[in-house]
């Protein structure tokens, strides 16, 4: 009876012994499984592929392809100003008026010089003529004739001296006329009535020519090499196509030609002025305003197409990450081309069909297991969700600043379907 008795203690032992074993895993495993963090919840999607037409995108300015600088051309008192300040004027309309009375008298005075020139002109030539008749009778010495022959030649220079004088003089009274040299819209005048001005010196006002216009831009290296390249192999026939779009517009619906590249890159910002001309018989143009032009970068072909978010930079290197089979991420460099109707166009390094992520990219280090939600290319993630965040963020309703969760409050979650639930039980 004692030898069962102890018999069964021993088996109650090792019982209780094994169950507190087990409850002690149970207690470990539901802590390391508390402990571990839950896996980024990112948006991945596949990488598409399509025919497209790459553009080029730049900013620029629009320049007036004529820009004058009126500045008199005699001195004197300004008289009167005939235009109103920002009109459009054309070529050869008078714009100010100098004092013209003392060109005038000038010009006067240069007149009757050239009249007393040319009488004495005649007097000289008489003079001459009688000595030619005298020298073939031996009537006068050679030395006679020679110096009645020479004041008539000198009669002649003074002539052509005077006529030249009363041309400048001329000239000069026409100056006081001060007149557009070119078509286009005037600036204001910075000159009134009464005022002074020298020769030349003294700024009267701008003058910009509108139609047509043109519009600047610069490109880089990468740019110039692409397109001298293209230019060469006779990808881009005559002048290439501009396409221009303004501050206020969506898309690109002014067409220009492109006209002009410069013969020298600026070595201080790796970059070459380029030009474009563009019709503006609306004058919806103005020179200094802000453009978007659009360039034509390569004829169709089939290239792969990504949202720009899902890119990421690594100093000068721009990376993607891929997804693997077993939601893994992967750091993939890649070479980046422009973007085509919102997507961004992959030169290499990713192939299409190759997932990748597309929202959440700070939350994710290359090798590390993710949570995807798949969306296609190109749509924004599913409505509702909003991102697990990383250490250092705010927190999440029900969490402290530490990531746990307070005791008895809930936890907003995700659901499959994008639908949100809450889990308020205690998790082990």
Do not use: W
Not at 22 to 47: D, F, I, W, Y
Not at 57 to 78: D, H, M, N, Q
Not at 272 to 285: M, P
Not at 324 to 353: C, F, H, M, T, W
């Amino acid at each position: 009876m004692r030898h069962s008795l102890s018999i069964s203690l021993v088996l109650l032992g090792i019982v209780s012994a094994a169950a507190l074993a087990v409850s002690g895993c149970a207690r470990n495993e539901a802590a390391e499984q508390k402990a571990m963090p839950p896996l980024p919840q990112v948006t991945v999607a596949a990488a598409t592929s399509r025919k497209v037409t790459e553009f080029d995108e730049f900013t620029g300015r629009f320049e007036a392809v004529e820009r004058v600088e009126v500045r008199p051309r005699v001195s004197g008192y300004i008289s009167s100003v005939n235009f109103k300040d920002g009109s459009e004027i054309k070529k050869g309309d008078v714009l100010f008026v100098i004092d013209p009375r003392p060109y005038v008298a000038e010009r006067d005075k240069a007149r009757a010089q050239l009249a007393q020139a040319r009488s004495q002109l005649a007097l000289a030539r008489s003079e001459r003529d009688r000595a030619t008749q005298l020298i073939s009778q031996h009537a006068i010495s050679r030395e006679e004739f020679d110096t009645r022959t020479s004041g008539s030649e000198q009669a002649q220079a003074n002539v052509e001296a005077a006529q030249a004088a009363l041309d400048a003089a001329a000239l000069n009274l026409e100056f006081t006329r001060v007149t557009a040299p070119i078509s286009g819209r005037i600036g204001r005048a910075l000159v009134t009535s009464g005022n002074f001005v020298t020769n030349g010196q003294t700024l009267l006002t701008t003058l910009v020519s509108l139609d047509p216009i043109y519009v600047s831009f610069d490109g880089d290296e990468k740019v110039y090499l692409k397109y001298t390249k293209l230019s060469r192999d006779g990808a881009h026939d005559g002048r290439n196509p501009v396409q221009v779009g303004l501050a206020d517009e969506s898309g690109y619906p002014h067409q220009g030609v492109m006209v002009f590249v410069d013969n020298a890159l600026d070595p201080a910002t790796g970059t070459i002025r380029s030009r474009a001309l563009l019709d503006n018989r609306d004058r919806l143009f103005t020179p200094g305003l802000f453009a978007r032009l659009r360039l034509l970068g390569a004829h169709e072909h089939e290239a792969v197409l990504i949202n720009d978010s899902a890119v990421g930079t690594d100093q000068t290197v721009r990376y993607v990450l891929v997804v693997s089979a077993a939601n893994k991420a992967e750091y993939r460099p890649v070479q980046l081309g422009p973007i085509v109707d919102g997507l961004r166009v992959v030169e290499s390094g990713l192939a299409s069909g190759e997932t990748i992520v597309v929202n959440g990219l700070q939350r994710v280090r290359p090798g590390a297991q993710v949570q995807p939600q798949r969306v296609a290319m190109g749509e924004p993630p599913r409505g509702g969700e909003r991102p697990v965040r990383m250490a250092g963020q705010e927190a999440r309703p029900g969490t402290d600043t530490s990531g746990e969760r307070r005791p008895g409050e809930g936890v907003t979650l995700l659901a499959r379907n994008g639908s949100r639930a809450t889990d308020s039980e205690p998790r082990p």
